[in-house]
């Protein structure tokens, strides 16, 4: 071909045989040019779809953990309400009188004068060896003290026997 | 054998048409590429998107609002909206007979619906609740059946339904929110949605190919009230059952700490179950809290406003005198006591005893105007207490030099007739009394919570000393006498201060001859209290006496109080002490 720029585009094969028609002989050091190409942008791309689907999968994950997530608090609000349903004061009172108990009418306060001042319960000694704890009798509450239990239990016997 | 000439003559010229034509229709090709990818590329790349993605809102929930104790009142719940598209369903009868179970829907219904294959969406079901919407999905998931979707919404629930409805008052599930403390906070409660931006299909529903972009929801902050729900009930049934027996129209009864102003319980009658919000619209009743929106003239309770102004200023004390000659003329009325008597000479609780209008008008007079309306205003009326809720009425109180004052409201303003004002007001004014004279801001909500981290607490706002410490248990103790013998307020160990009132009804020209609001305000125990309990009920038909009607809600009210807050009776506490 002559050359002439309407024929061709003004792309031209360096390896030509000996008729003027293009060659597609490649040499060795061609080929293993081409391959080692090859090789690489084989390794670029598997690298790139590796990342491509890593972050795809991690992408999907994290939609699945928002969905998750949003099914919990879907749940937890559920929960949430079914509990304050079961507290609410219709249902209290409902239960309540289920089980026998009535609204309480008021309150009976009993006027107990403190007792003497001294320890109310003297308790354990202090030094108790570990293995005789068991054993031990707490002491004996004082004359003082147990006349006031013995009033303020007869107090109280007597205030139930009023009760109706 | 020679080869012809290639190209041929002639061919010359056509090749270069042909190629020049190439060029030219490149050319053309390019640039038209260039005006869609270039330069329509952002109207376009929207229009894709419109087309493409979907924008899909997740709902925030709404704060839950609790009382005191953390017993929720309104909380949010999910809910679902099912849809189904009717292209990919293979057997709509099986697929029906399978939802129509779950959703408790008729079955022919639905098979119906799912049969309508030229449709790309039918939605089934609305409002269905989380289990529900749940079983849905594993029965859509057990038979493979791709063809179901759900939509979640949020949706507002009342627990305790009528409880506080005026003060709750509502937000619907377009989270548009009326009056009360869902108003007032909408702020704090309304959370902030989220969204869920990605691939859609021809009919908008989610695919799960491209980019995904999910903005999470946040949820409203918990709203901690003030309120008792315990004691709005008790408050809520005794004005009931006090409105049931001396046939009235309606009512409020407000419950306070006096010496905090914390509301424990604002009820009033009629109301209505918030979660049936939509009916009590259709019924055009206005959505007001008439605790704090609507004004009564108080009638007798101001007594007790103009006797602490009276004692305060010191044109009198406890041990005055004034010669009750049965009426009085201010301003050129003249005014007369409830029961057109004279009682002579007259001491300063028996005034407050007998309910004198006489007596009120003779200290209000004695005051002068300036030093009157100067106490009026310091107990809080013709402005807003600042309670942490919407629409508060300021009430009507006219004042001299304003052009619709008269003389003669001097004289009727002593004993609430003339003035207009909220039960919150009145109660706050009282409670002023019973604080050592500091009137307190009245408030329902206590803190701000998220995530049970508390975020905001409120505390006890004084607004002023309405009048001096030794006055306000003076009149206290005044109070307790003028309630001595009252055998329908008798609760035995305790003591209570208080003061009824029985106010007209203004109508245009006057007062209405029959219809009363009968209210008590007292507080308990006197010498430290505890509560302050206001009651009101409007036009009584058994009786029109604050004493007779709001007296025995006021009793029982205080006596479950007693009981429920352990309030010991005065003798163990005073021994105690």
Redesign the interface.
């Known amino acids: 071909v002559s050359g002439d720029p309407v024929y061709w585009p003004k792309i031209r094969i360096r390896s030509t045989d000996g008729e003027g028609q293009p060659s597609w002989g490649f040499s060795g050091k061609n080929l293993g040019l081409f391959l080692l190409l090859l090789l690489l942008g084989s390794l670029i791309v598997s690298f790139y779809l590796n990342q491509a689907s890593h972050m795809a999968t991690a992408g999907l994950e994290v939609v699945h953990l928002i969905e998750q997530r949003e099914r919990w608090r879907q749940d937890n609000a559920d929960l949430r309400k079914q509990v304050a349903e079961m507290q609410s004061l219709s249902n209290i009172r409902r239960r309540a009188e289920l089980l026998g108990f009535v609204e309480r009418e008021g309150i009976e306060h009993l006027f107990i004068a403190s007792p003497a001042l001294e320890p109310l319960y003297q308790g354990m000694p202090d030094s108790i060896p570990v293995e005789d704890k068991d054993t031990v009798e707490p002491r004996p509450m004082s004359s003082g003290l147990a006349r006031w239990w013995e009033e303020l239990i007869a107090r109280f016997d007597s205030w139930m026997n009023i009760q109706p | 054998m020679a080869q012809p000439e290639w ?1 041929g003559p002639g061919s ?1 010229r056509r ?2 048409v042909l ?1 020049m034509g190439t060029v030219v229709g490149v050319l053309i090709l390019t640039g038209r590429l260039f005006y869609w990818q270039v330069i329509r590329h952002k109207d376009l790349k929207a229009l894709g998107d419109q087309w493409q993605f979907v924008d899909k809102p ?1 709902p925030a ?1 709404r704060g839950s609002i609790m009382d005191q104790r953390g ?2 009142l309104a ?4 809910e679902f909206e099912i849809y189904a598209t009717p292209r990919d369903i293979d057997d709509p009868d099986r697929l029906a007979a399978e939802l129509g179970s779950l959703l408790d829907m008729d079955q022919g219904e639905l098979a119906e619906l799912l049969s309508q294959r030229n449709r790309d969406y039918v939605p089934l079901a609305r409002e269905v ?3 529900e919407a749940r079983n849905v999905e594993e029965m859509g998931n057990r038979l493979h059946v791709a063809a179901l979707g759900m939509d ?1 919404d949020r949706h507002r ?1 009342y ?3 009528e ?1 506080a409805c005026h003060l709750l008052g509502f937000a619907t599930g377009d989270n548009e929110v009326f009056y009360g403390v869902e108003e007032f906070y909408d702020d704090e409660l309304r959370g902030i949605d989220g969204s869920w931006a990605g691939t859609g299909d021809v009919i908008g529903l989610q695919i ?1 190919i491209g ?2 972009k ?1 903005t ?1 929801p946040q949820d409203g902050r918990d709203v901690v009230l003030t309120i008792d ?2 004691i709005q ?1 008790i408050a809520a049934e005794e004005l009931q059952r006090g409105i049931a027996e001396y046939g009235g129209e309606s009512g409020t009864v407000i419950v306070m700490q006096p010496g905090t102003g914390a509301v424990l319980a604002m009820a009033s009658y009629p109301g209505y179950d918030a979660n049936l919000y939509h009916e009590e619209a259709t019924r055009g009743e206005p959505f007001t809290d008439p605790a704090i929106s609507e004004t009564y003239e108080p009638g007798s309770v101001f007594k007790v406003i103009t006797m602490a102004a009276a004692l305060d200023s010191g044109i009198v004390d406890r041990q005055s005198f004034y010669n009750d000659t049965g009426q009085i003329a201010v301003g050129g009325t003249i005014i007369q006591n409830w029961d057109r008597k004279a009682y002579g000479p007259t001491s300063m609780t028996q005034l407050l005893k007998y309910s004198l209008n006489v007596g009120a008008s003779t200290l209000s007079t004695n005051m002068g105007e300036a030093t009157f309306y100067d106490y009026v205003q310091r107990f809080g009326f013709g402005e807003v207490t600042g309670i942490d809720l919407p629409y508060e009425s300021p009430g009507i109180l006219r004042l001299p030099g304003e052009g619709d004052w008269h003389e003669s409201d001097l004289g009727t303003n002593a004993f609430g007739q003339g003035i207009s004002v909220t039960p919150l007001q009145m109660i706050g004014a009282v409670a002023a009394v019973a604080n050592d004279g500091v009137l307190p801001t009245p408030y329902v909500v206590q803190r701000i919570e998220q995530g049970g981290q508390v975020i905001k607490e409120f505390h006890p706002q004084p607004v002023r000393q309405a009048i001096s410490a030794s006055v306000a248990r003076e009149l206290t103790e005044m109070l307790v006498e003028t309630l001595v013998g009252k055998e329908n307020l008798s609760i035995p160990g305790y003591t209570v201060a208080g003061k009824t009132g029985t106010a007209q009804i203004p109508v245009p020209g006057g007062y209405h001859p029959e219809d009363t609001i009968a209210s008590f305000v007292g507080y308990a125990p006197a010498d430290a209290p505890r509560f302050i309990i206001l009651v009101r009920v409007d036009k009584p038909r058994e009786s029109p006496w604050g004493s007779v009607v709001a007296v025995p809600v006021f009793r029982r009210i205080a ?1 479950r109080l ?2 429920y807050l ?1 309030i ?2 005065d ?2 506490r005073m ?1 105690s002490r």
């Open positions: 190209p010359k090749l270069m190629w997740i929930l017993f929720i909380m949010d719940q999910y609740p989380l289990e979640v629930v627990l305790e339904r409880l799960g980019p995904t999910v999470l729900r315990t009930h006596q007693f009981v352990d010991p009776p003798e163990v021994a």
